[in-house]
């Protein structure tokens, strides 16, 4: 009995050549007699996206001028309001473009009951892979919760100076003087003096020569405190001088405090040591400075 021969290289190149291309006819075929179809749920799909970007938009904005009607000033009801709406637009904004997209894919035969158990699933993997992610989530939520910042605060976060301009569930948002934001992720607040909660203090170090007599000067000092607690916006009592507190090298030094609306301190200090100078000048007193050495 002879051995069957085996088919030529050749011949068997050919053929599985023909096989793929006739594959490709076939697919090609298929998509072609498709296109319309594809086309008419790829449209349906964008339109449903951009009605829905656009429903987005126009609820968030009724509840922002809901919010910004019945609340005019910066009170603190107000930053809290402000900072729930921020919170819970940020929370309701990542479920309704889920939505919208899992409707969108629900046109080209995908089943939203397998889009939310693969939700499920990639929210277990969020949970072992992405933990940064989650923390971020669960810290917007206890910051959130326990009231530690509200919209409009002015904060120190981290060494980063500012007001709170917005609270998002994963970030918050400063703008330092400067005009410089900052996007703090919340799972890496770790510090937070918030200098909104009640009142500030305007707190000022008067540095005064040696060979004055010291006595002299604190009255001097109170004496034009008293003329300032009716002239400086923002202060009703007036500010306490507190005497020496310091002696440095070249000067000793006499500190004044007065407590002043949160955001004010600033402007406070600065009209304070404005009318020190300008008294210590009307008196003759040199106030210390260091003079460079004559080589």
Request: charged fraction near 20%; proline fraction near 4%; hydrophobic fraction near 45%.
């Amino acid at each position: 009995m002879r051995p069957t021969a085996m088919p030529d290289i050749n011949t068997q190149v050919v053929n599985e050549l023909k096989g793929a291309v006739g594959t490709a006819k076939a697919t090609t075929q298929t998509i072609l007699q498709n296109l319309p179809v594809y086309l008419t749920r790829l449209v349906i799909a964008g339109g449903v996206i951009l009605i829905g970007w656009l429903l987005w938009k126009f609820i968030r904005f009724i509840i922002t001028r809901t919010i910004h009607r019945r609340n005019r000033n910066l009170s603190m009801a107000f930053r809290r309001a402000e900072t729930t709406r921020s919170v819970v637009v940020s929370i309701i904004g990542y479920i309704w473009y889920f939505i919208v997209v899992a409707i969108a894919l629900g046109f080209f035969g995908l089943n939203i009951t397998s889009i939310l158990a693969a939700a499920g699933v990639v929210g277990i993997a969020v949970a072992f892979g992405a933990q940064t992610l989650v923390k971020d989530l669960l810290s917007g939520i206890f910051i959130w919760t326990e009231k530690s910042l509200t919209v409009g605060d002015v904060v120190t976060i981290n060494d980063l100076s500012g007001t709170v301009e917005s609270m998002s569930i994963r970030t918050t948002t400063i703008r330092n003087f400067n005009g410089n934001v900052f996007i703090i992720p919340n799972g890496e607040i770790r510090n937070i003096i918030n200098m909104s909660r009640g009142f500030k203090r305007a707190i000022v170090n008067v540095p005064c020569p040696y060979d004055e007599n010291t006595e002299r000067l604190v009255d001097m000092i109170r004496e034009e405190m008293e003329i300032a607690a009716t002239e400086i916006e923002g202060i009703d009592t007036v500010p306490d001088v507190m005497s020496i507190v310091s002696f440095e090298q070249n000067a000793l030094t006499v500190q004044v405090a007065v407590p002043c609306p949160v955001g004010q301190h600033w402007r406070v200090e600065r009209d304070i040591r404005s009318r020190i100078k300008a008294r210590f000048d009307r008196e003759g007193i040199i106030m210390p400075h260091y003079t460079i050495p004559k080589q």
